[in-house]
């Protein structure tokens, strides 16, 4: 919902920083990845993050995932609807659903940072956070600092987290 302008702008930065950043993310062991809706992403982007996620599927130090054209609703609606269209009759379960998100072997992650004073999801990861711990600051992601990450796995791990769910 951005103006065109803007996402022009952002496609740009976007290019520039995969291009130049793709070896270093190699040597360093990071395994790329994309999630949202690759329909609408321009061809020579799509081109791009293709290159990226086959140059660094090796790695096996950090995955990297970048969200780019996602939205958790979306995600969600996608999966809704592949399941529909290949439903055998059987019963969908939790399981099931996951198979069908955009990146259905990426496990639920233990902490959501939000940047920028935010304190909302916005529409991120809505299935897989659901037991996810939220830390959030009002440091801007530019600003982004080890520091200001030690904080938030600092206060992270000072949390006693439950998971909800049925008592036995």
């Given at each position: 919902k951005r103006p065109q302008t803007e996402v022009k702008g952002l496609m740009s930065l976007f290019k520039f920083?995969?291009?130049k950043k793709i070896d270093e993310l190699r040597e360093e062991g990071v395994r790329l990845r994309f999630a949202g809706r690759m329909q609408g992403v321009p061809d020579d982007i799509r081109e791009i993050m293709y290159q990226a996620e086959n140059i660094t599927k090796v790695g096996e130090r950090l995955q990297l995932i970048v969200c780019l054209n996602y939205g958790g609703r979306q995600e969600i609606l996608d999966a809704i609807q592949h399941i529909v269209r290949e439903s055998d009759g059987t019963e969908i379960t939790e399981g099931t659903f996951r198979k069908y998100l955009y990146l259905p072997d990426v496990p639920d992650p233990d902490l959501i940072i939000r940047t920028s004073g935010e304190q909302r999801l916005s529409?991120?990861?809505?299935?897989?956070?659901?037991y996810s711990e939220l830390y959030f600051t009002s440091v801007l992601w530019p600003d982004f600092t080890e520091k200001t990450l030690k904080d938030a796995i600092d206060s992270f791990e000072k949390r006693d987290r439950r998971y909800?769910?049925?008592?036995s």
């Open positions: 920083y995969i291009r529409n991120f990861w809505l299935w897989q956070g659901a909800g769910g049925i008592q």
